[in-house]
């Protein structure tokens, strides 16, 4: 484990890479996969034998990347660069025994030739968000994102012939529109009726533990408690404990490895695609982050009587409302991501904030009260969804709260009413803006507001998330959807 807990604080664990080398030996390790993370945010990796992992490997890196080939990284003209092994992320893949038994490390990325580190590697960018914190006086931030995702049985479609049309299908046990032997014991899941059901209509409650105990006794992360969500046809969620940002970022792409892989092992498939389901929820990824200082909550004040929300902790939170639209870029990056920033479904589609409102993009969590859960006092981002790459969504959650605290953002009022259920005009009294409607406007949005990025992000990073954004909303929107013939075809 990285990290061990006191007293609301983590201390760094003693893990060297001698202590893994020595760990891979006594488990009869043979290779190991060297593990990144592209710009969009997908795990990519590279498999070496155990014995090429010298002291020149954990220093230098290993030269076996080939940065043209990945998705935002580099030309073709300057595509040589080095993987450095964190030791910290060591664990042993599970589902891998002799003789090809496996463990796994997160990677820096470093440019070739004494380069140095390579700006657009997604880990680094959250190491810079960590020391800009410091440079603004924080000892430390924690980070707590909720994934939600679903396991379906089976998914297929079809997109290789446009011309003859595009289809997809889901199939799940406890889906509300399974009606065939595969069904749940009980009965399916009515739609929107997914929040917490015991078994048997849970059937995923033996995967879900399965997952738990790997995330921790393999990889040393911490899990608070699992259950369903919300959405019909195996909607879930695996809520872990807090860390600082760039090992909560490592650990939100172990925990999708593993929910990945154990559903593959069990003939399953697990999707963190936000929106798969038609008049269902979709699965989000609320981010809860608090500020911390000589061992002290900065989001903390007793004496605020609203939510115990310090000053320092509002102008955090205007800082993300400010720039609220143009976060959207990197904290809902899919086309998909806006069919679930829609009303009526649980999802934000309003920039407000409140102390418990679902319906507002900020939350601040009230369930406990007084100085003694004062280490629990925290903002809830409602915004992202699991299609995002976590190193850059927190990253840029704490450069636009840190640029809230420089310039003393006013964060304006709570709303403590049903958004949803307001009329324009009593929004617009409120000050109350709306998130972007599509990628599209998500990214005008980011193009004209990113500075409160710098220096964290870099102007190639920027170019690179709207170049791709725009290459992805442009590949869907120019191909006919199956409604438009419902909808179309007679006219």
């Avoid at 810079?128 to 707590?144: C, L, N, S």
């Avoid at 500020?291 to 205007?318: I, P, T």
Wanted: charged share 25%.
């Amino acid at each position: 484990m990285p990290y061990y807990r006191e007293e609301g604080s983590l201390k760094p664990r003693k893990y060297s890479k001698s202590d893994v080398i020595s760990k891979m030996q006594d488990e009869k390790v043979k290779f190991v996969d060297l593990q990144f993370t592209d710009v969009p945010g997908r795990l990519q990796h590279v498999t070496v034998p155990m014995e090429s992992l010298d002291d020149d490997a954990f220093a230098d890196g290993v030269p076996k990347l080939d940065g043209s080939s990945i998705r935002g990284f580099t030309d073709i003209y300057e595509s040589d660069m080095l993987l450095i092994p964190d030791p910290i992320t060591y664990g042993t893949l599970p589902w891998t025994s002799d003789p090809i038994k496996t463990g796994r490390m997160i990677c820096d990325v470093s440019r070739g030739f004494g380069m140095g580190r390579f700006s657009r590697d997604p880990r680094y960018i959250a190491q810079k968000a960590e020391e800009e914190a410091k440079k603004q006086g924080f000892d430390t931030t924690y980070w707590g994102p909720e994934i939600e995702f679903f396991v379906f049985d089976k998914v297929s479609w079809d997109v290789s012939t446009p011309f003859a049309g595009m289809s997809y299908q889901i199939e799940s046990r406890e889906a509300a529109w399974n009606k065939g032997p595969g069904a749940s014991y009980s009965s399916p899941i009515r739609f929107k009726e997914g929040y917490f059901p015991a078994s048997p209509q849970d059937s995923l409650q033996d995967f879900r533990s399965e997952c738990v105990s790997i995330l921790g006794n393999n990889f040393g992360i911490i899990n608070d408690a699992h259950h369903h969500e919300v959405a019909t046809a195996g909607q879930c969620e695996i809520d872990m404990r807090f860390d600082t940002l760039t090992y909560m970022a490592d650990s939100a792409m172990t925990y999708k490895y593993v929910i990945k892989n154990i559903a593959a092992k069990h003939g399953m498939v697990a999707t963190m695609m936000p929106k798969p389901i038609f008049l269902d929820n979709a699965s989000g990824m609320h981010v809860h982050v608090s500020l911390w200082q000589n061992g002290k909550n900065m989001m903390f004040d007793e004496s605020d009587q609203y939510a115990e929300l310090s000053q320092l902790g509002r102008y955090f939170g205007g800082g993300l409302i400010s720039h609220a639209r143009a976060l959207a870029a990197i904290t809902n990056p899919s086309t998909n991501s806006y069919r679930r920033l829609v009303p009526g479904f649980e999802a934000p589609v309003y920039i407000a904030w409140s102390r418990q409102n679902r319906s507002a993009n900020i939350r601040i969590p009230v369930n406990m009260k007084g100085a003694k859960y004062s280490s629990r006092k925290r903002l809830e981002y409602r915004t992202p969804d699991p299609s995002a790459n976590p190193y850059l969504v927190m990253a840029a959650m704490l450069a636009a709260g840190l640029d809230g605290i420089k310039k003393k953002s006013d964060i304006g009022n709570p709303v403590d009413e049903n958004i949803y259920k307001l009329s324009a005009e009593r929004r617009k009294s409120l000050g109350i803006k709306e998130l972007p409607k599509s990628l599209s406007e998500a990214l005008d949005a980011f193009e004209a507001d990113h500075e409160f990025l710098s220096p964290i992000f870099t102007h190639d990073v920027i170019d690179a998330i709207i170049e791709n954004g725009r290459t992805e909303y442009a590949e869907v929107t120019r191909r006919p959807h199956p409604y438009e013939y419902y909808l179309y075809f007679d006219i």
